[in-house]
């Protein structure tokens, strides 16, 4: 069973720019999770979407946002690049709203110059 | 808010010594604590649960409600324990089930 993924796998933007990173969950899977993980500052929840929704959402300015699809991938998108917003994005998965383990992605590093 | 805090950034212990890394929280409620582990180049993997209450690779963490602890040891280091390994939260009241993650503790086995 292929395990959660996600693309690309690195990301070069330019402060100011938008950055797309995708993701997409196991097979059945119905809820999606973004991670943050700067350097310094561990893991920090961004995100979480099931159904199609957006059930919750971490200490991010708005310019954090994203969507889940009906196929339950997921997209983040980061506006308005800041040089702090480099940073290793991981993404979960579980199988629904209910369920407490999650299955992580390999993440994509993002690196805003 | 909920809180976990992992006090050790790196920990070396000789092949065969025993291992116990530290994880403490804070949290109003009932919390779900849990231990992730990441090897060398590989994803972010959970490794126990508390609820479980599994010994896996040999490894076992204890919720301590009155000291507010998860700690996880092992009696036996092994030189395939050398990884970063992240204690985390889940609950209710964090508003679904999202992960609060400590800082993580870089465990090095040495021969």
């Known amino acids: 069973e292929a395990g959660v993924t996600q693309s690309p796998t690195h990301l070069i933007k330019t402060r100011g720019q938008q950055a797309t990173l995708r993701c997409s969950p196991i097979?059945?899977?119905?809820?999606v999770y973004w991670y943050q993980q700067a350097l310094g500052l561990g893991l920090q929840f961004l995100l979480w979407?099931?159904?199609?929704?957006?059930?919750n959402r971490g200490n991010f300015p708005p310019r954090f946002s994203g969507r889940q699809f009906p196929n339950y991938s997921s997209e983040l998108n980061v506006n308005a690049l800041e040089l702090e917003d480099s940073a290793l994005y991981l993404c979960a998965s579980s199988l629904d709203r209910a369920a407490y383990e999650q299955y992580f992605g390999p993440g994509t590093r993002l690196t805003v110059t | 808010a909920q809180r976990v805090t992992q006090p050790e950034k790196l920990l070396s212990v000789f092949k065969g010594a025993p291992v116990e890394l530290k994880c403490n929280y804070s949290y109003s409620g009932s919390p779900e604590l849990f231990w992730y582990v990441q090897y060398s180049r590989q994803r972010l993997q959970l490794l126990l649960r508390h609820i479980s209450r599994e010994s896996i690779k040999g490894f076992t963490a204890d919720l301590n409600k009155g000291e507010t602890s998860f700690h996880l040891k092992k009696p036996f280091a092994q030189e395939e324990d050398s990884a970063m390994y992240y204690c985390a939260l889940s609950g209710a009241a964090g508003g679904g089930n999202k992960l609060t993650f400590g800082t993580g503790t870089q465990l090095k086995v040495e021969l």
């Open positions: 979407y099931d159904e199609g929704e957006e059930r």
């Open positions: 097979s059945g899977h119905t809820s």
